[in-house]
């Protein structure tokens, strides 16, 4: 139910038994179907744009009768555990037990067999935790109760792909003389992006407290291990590329630098022999005076040829290696 700044006066925020509010809102909203019949929510609205600088926008609320805060003791003690937590499913569990304060509670309600304890739960669960609500069952005293006999009220949101969680209310109704009861819910692990874990992923992800109510508490924080995939792959890729690039490069700028030496000896030696006989004969001349037998140089077609030859085989196999990461690394 909307209220519009028409009906929302300031003698009506007087007129509220609990506080007061020292700035009118804009509008009020109020809770027209609750999970809880004894009491509503309202929200108000405040326009911000109405206010500035020389009139700023301060909101107190005022209390009309003192303030005494106090925890009581819930009758039922509630925790949270995981079961059959394997790689791909699992299942959570909330487990209610009684305290010491329900001995009293059934001292005043002895006979009474419509006394019924009434207990509400509101879990928040993250999108990549796939929830089957449909799984829910319940368990009183070790014993599988039908699902009407104890949910009274249920709201479920689904969760969405990495927008917004997924969100259950129940309202349950447990005998009084109830000594434990439990809940499960299957659920599925969904698979997260290599960006979107977190450093210490192996750690396990945190599945929020449950909150039950009237008398609030909180439950404990569960730790999911969801399936974490090799950090160190993209590390070893990079090195192996890195690694298959210096190799095809530096045997590419070896290749051709050789050529280069050779061709230069090939020129060197057309040279000497365009110069004449001269130095064929110092060359046997010199041989000779240290003793070792004179070899005649090489013809230019015979080493231009085998040149040729030893540099067509690198390149093969310089290309071979290329054509072999490309089709592996595809």
């Known amino acids: 139910m909307i209220t519009g700044p028409d009906h929302v006066g300031s003698g009506g925020l007087k007129d509220n038994p609990g506080f007061e ?34 009139e700023p926008f301060d909101l107190g609320l005022t209390w009309k009768f003192p303030v005494v805060w106090s925890c009581p003791r819930a009758p039922l003690h509630s925790s949270t555990f995981l079961m059959v937590s394997g790689n791909q499913r699992g299942t959570i569990a909330i487990s209610f037990i009684s305290t010491d304060l329900e001995e009293g509670f059934l001292s005043a309600n002895i006979g009474e067999e419509s006394c ?52 259950m209310v129940l309202v349950l109704k447990f005998p009084c003389a109830v000594k ?13 992006h290599i960006n979107e874990y977190p450093p210490d992923a ?54 051709l630098r050789r050529r280069v030496g050779e061709e230069e000896r090939i020129l060197k030696n057309r040279a000497s022999k365009k110069a004449g006989r001269l130095p064929q004969l110092l060359s046997q001349l010199s041989a000779k005076l240290r003793g070792k037998e004179w070899e005649p140089p090489q013809s230019p077609s015979t080493s231009s040829s085998f040149i040729s030859s030893k540099l067509i085989l690198e390149v093969l196999i310089v290309a071979g290696v290329a054509v072999f990461w490309q089709y592996y690394s595809e």
Not at 159 to 167: A, H, L, M
Not at 180 to 192: V, Y
Not at 212 to 237: A, I, R
């Open 180 to 192: 434990s009861a439990a809940l499960t819910i299957e659920f599925d692990k969904g698979f997260l």
């Open 116 to 167: 019924k304890l009434q207990a509400n739960i509101f879990q928040v669960v993250p999108w990549y935790i796939k929830v089957y609500y449909h799984t829910l069952r319940v368990f009183v005293d070790g014993q599988p109760q039908a699902i009407t006999n104890v949910v009274e009220k249920m709201h479920v949101s689904p969760s969405e792909d990495k927008v917004s969680p997924g969100v």
């Open 21 to 54: 509010l020292s700035v009118r809102p804009y509008k009020m909203f109020k809770e027209a179907y609750s999970l809880h019949r004894k009491s509503s929510s309202v929200l108000y609205e405040y326009s911000i744009e109405r206010y500035s600088v020389f």
């Open 202 to 255: 192996n750690q396990g992800f945190d599945i929020p407290s449950v909150e039950k109510s009237p008398v609030l508490s909180y439950t404990e924080v569960l730790l999911v291990p969801l399936t974490t995939p090799d950090f160190s792959m993209p590390y070893n890729v990079i090195t192996i590329t890195c690694t298959v690039f210096a190799l095809y490069f530096g045997s590419l700028l070896n290749v």
